[in-house]
């Protein structure tokens, strides 16, 4: 049964900075890789999708990785900014299921 | 282009009481997804549909919680009777095709509190 991981529960850093989020999983048998955004009483929006063939994915100032072999994903997150203040979380698709990680609460300091 | 939209935005009711919430996917989308959304944990499916035929459902408390898709559009979750750990977020997600490959779009969700 696969089991999506996401470390650290919180995160809090001084605007402008760079940032990783990590994700890892126990079954590498997947499809693909989805990382989400979800902004307090709201739903998800889909930030990046990783297909398994792929090793990463980039939109903006956001950078994905995927390493299937390792059970591992980060995200990247350059230049940080109140507005990115949000929980991030990633989900992993297989042949049974969209499995998702609890998230990372991250905050951005001004 | 319209997203998915759900109502009622937020519930409360009493253990034993039954709440029905309504999912209006993203036009054109076959296949259409209820989550449900624990404070602090990652939403775990409950159903999906394909059309108004139902692919998955393995994770439906199906003793409490029903799921319909009529003419494959519209689809409602009733939740009877409901317990207190039945408190969540109930997010409605729709995708052009299956998960496998597609982006899926979620809904603002549905809060329900049972007091």
């Known amino acids: 049964k696969q089991e999506v991981t996401q470390i650290p529960a919180a995160l809090s850093v001084p605007e402008g900075e760079n940032l990783v989020l990590n994700c890892s999983f126990t079954d590498s048998a997947i499809y693909n890789l989805q990382w989400f955004r979800q902004d307090p009483g709201k739903g998800l929006t889909s930030l990046l999708l990783i297909q398994s063939s792929q090793r990463e994915q980039t939109s903006g100032r956001l950078n994905a990785s995927l390493d299937k072999s390792s059970g591992r994903s980060t995200l990247y997150i350059a230049a940080s900014q109140p507005g990115d203040s949000a929980t991030y979380l990633c989900?992993?698709?297989?042949?049974?299921?969209?499995?998702f990680g609890a998230g990372t609460r991250l905050t951005v300091k001004p | 282009e319209a997203g998915v939209a759900q109502s009622p935005r937020y519930k409360i009711i009493e253990k034993r009481q039954s709440v029905a919430f309504w999912c209006n996917p993203i036009?054109?989308?076959?296949?259409l997804y209820w989550y449900q959304q624990i404070l602090g944990q990652g939403p775990k499916l409950l159903i999906q549909?394909?059309?108004?035929?139902?692919?998955?459902d393995s994770q439906l408390p199906k003793d409490r919680f029903s799921a319909e898709r009529l003419k494959g559009v519209d689809s409602t979750l009733k939740i009877q009777p409901a317990k207190l750990e039945d408190s969540a977020v109930y997010l409605c997600?729709?995708?052009?095709?299956?998960?496998?490959?597609?982006?899926?779009?979620f809904g603002e969700g549905s809060w329900l509190t049972v007091v």
């Open positions: 549909f394909q059309n108004n035929g139902v692919v998955d």
């Open positions: 989900a992993v698709s297989d042949n049974n299921d969209m499995r």
């Open positions: 997600a729709s995708s052009h095709t299956g998960r496998t490959g597609n982006t899926i779009y």
């Open positions: 036009s054109g989308h076959a296949t």
